[in-house]
């Protein structure tokens, strides 16, 4: 699998770049997949995940910050 990096001894643990990650609806799995197919099955009942992520995340101001405000 391309772009798979193993990040543990465990198996079956992988990371999958979110910028190629998607969901199938048909198979229900997680891929990589820079077409608009799952890449375990081939559906087209696809979710890219890049897309339900928006805004990075932010934490809120540091507490010294919150303090001082």
């Given amino acids: 699998m391309r772009n798979v990096r193993m990040i543990c ?3 079956g643990l ?4 979110i910028e190629s ?3 199938c609806e048909n198979c229900e799995t997680v891929s990589s997949s820079t077409t608009r197919r ?3 099955c081939g559906s087209e009942q696809i ?3 890049a897309a339900l992520i928006t805004h990075p995340w ?5 507490p ?3 303090l001082a405000a």
């Fill in 64 to 66: 010294a910050a919150a």
């Fill in 9 to 11: 001894t465990e198996p």
């Fill in 21 to 23: 990650a998607v969901f």
């Fill in 47 to 49: 979710v890219e995940l």
């Fill in 14 to 17: 992988v990371s999958i770049p």
């Fill in 38 to 40: 799952c890449g375990m």
């Fill in 58 to 62: 932010d934490p809120g101001p540091t």
